[in-house]
């Protein structure tokens, strides 16, 4: 029996939905009738748009999809303005103010507290600009991520930015792939430094070697089903497939029509690709994307480069892009730490400016939630690092706040337990003043989600954290269960969850505590990650000591049973109407 | 009289008749001796999974950890609330369920 969502969907779904949203922002969003808000609320999400949780009645999240996280010059201009004019609602943030936009950890942008009403006009200015929300969220092809540095980075062996490209072009507006399953993400990636974190993608392609005519040529092997949702993190598997790059498009399109026409549409929960890997396993998958989906025949894996990578690997150079690096242009990117990945307005339109008085202009935004200038000449390189704005979006920022990666959580999102950014943002922030950093420790990655969807990725960091409940002193308070050791790599792992529901104001002392152990345990300079994985379960288990220290925690309390956790009169009757139209 | 039931917003929500009325992230006490060897399960609801009815009565299908013991996984059809006469009516948030 279909579900709900596939009903609607089989009703109106894709682009055609446009017009309807476009209609009721016309008319309001009160005409929306009561029993079809659900539906329209699902749609609305393949145009980029989610409704905001209880409490937020009328307002929306809107997602713009980056692909590759590329904004061409004037574009990070446009999203400030936007952000400033359209992002701002009834709660302020005591932080980051009343206007912001969030990098998310899928290399797109996230703004709040947009009306319905005003949709059109956001459209029509973010398009003008080469700009779109189409399928942003939704059951289809989401933002392509990869190395954001693509065209630019000395380091790559293939240029992945006109594969995404092509990718986009194809598959966004695509009658034949609008309506998938579930969600479909994509990873390319033409770095030897791993930053396009395929291992975690419905579909990655990946930088592989093959001998053609006694020559080496450049192409990407595929790894396919994997994912960290639902307490169910899958890495992706090599399903033995090497593609040039001219046949990238034809490749992903098979496995995108298979994945539309054998994936689960009876079980939500079961739809994911990595389901169907699980079930069919690699060797069915190819032959049955060879015998239905593709009419040439496929080569087999090329040699890959996963040696080399680096990124979110808890070591050595490159763990992640901020600092400054050398193009193969003879210029320079500068990657920025954006802390929790939250800019507001202001900055946002300020960093734009320094990025087109002392670069191209253009900006690229990573899956560590930070943002970077590409084609800074050297020339301009000092004079950009002495500006101002960069004393706080900082290029050489402390490890724990370079490490710091959080999701949306209670403020906005319907499945989070637990407040997250603010939170990481104060425990960044009480890191930072009361840890001695060992010595040689530049990285040190914490990850906070709120719920097991995994939004933050927490299973692939350093500190892994993620929402939960306890009871202190018999009253009901957020927790967090803590994992430790996961990362990327060539040997890719899972955070093992060796901490259970600590009180979230005993978390940065349970941190403090575990960083010390390691800076007297470890063996000479051995990292952090390497520290982990000599030890048991039951071993580290003893090694975190959650502990009450200065650090204080002012949303112990249920933040979900508010309306907005920081507004002064909080209580869940206490929030606003929806907002009129004008 | 139709019901209308639904799992919403990837399992956050029970939507009875058009409206969110039951979320996840709250603590519900649970009897439930086949799923802990706790008396009473201290249950962090964090996702639905299905919802039907039994009569007037409302019941989820829910994956949660009893935030006494760990246990975790999923439970069935634990109450949720009553209609009457075309009304849902929430249970208590400190009632105990029973599996």
Redesign the interface.
Known sequence: MPT?VERWKSEVYGDDIRTHLFEFAESGFDTIP??E??AWF?RFKWWGLYHQR?GQEGYFMMRIGTPNGVLKPGQLQVIGEIADEYARGPGVNPIFGASYADFTTRQSIQLHWIELSDVPAVFEKLEANGLSTQQACGDSWRNIVGNPVAGKDAQEVIDAWPVIEELNKTFKGNDDHANLPRKWKVSVTGSVDGSGQGDINDLAFEPAYKTRDGAEVVGFNIRVGGGLS??EPRLARDIDVWVEPDNVSTVAGGLSALFRDYGDRDD??NARMKFLVDEWGTEKLRSTLQSEYIDFELETAGRDVRRSYSYNTGEGPRNDLVGVFPQKDGKYFVGLNVLVGRMGAADIKQLAELADTHASGEVRLSQRQNIILTDVPESELDALLNAELLTHYSPTPSPFMRGSVACTG?EFC????VETKNRQVRFARWLKANVTIPDGLEEFHIHLSG???SCAQPQIADVSLRG????KNGE?VE?LDIGLGGGLGSDPQFARWVG??VPVDEVPGAIANLIDTYAIERVEDESFRTFIQRHTDEELAAKIEPAETTYEDPMMH?T?RTWYPYAENDALDAGPEAPADD | MTIRLRVLDDGAWISVNDTRRVRVSELWRVRALDFCECALTDLLVENFQSVSTDGAKICVSVYGECIRCGTDGTLQWLPVGRVIDGEFYNQALDSIRIS
């Not at chain 1, 319907?414 to 337990?417: A, G, P, Y």
């Not at chain 1, 939960?468 to 009871?471: D, G, Q, V, Y």
């Open positions: 709900d009561d029993d808000r659900d699902e209880n639902r307490n939500r929960y209670t319907s499945l989070s337990i719920c097991t969807a939960m409940k306890t009871r009901p927790a259970q529901r249920n979900k």
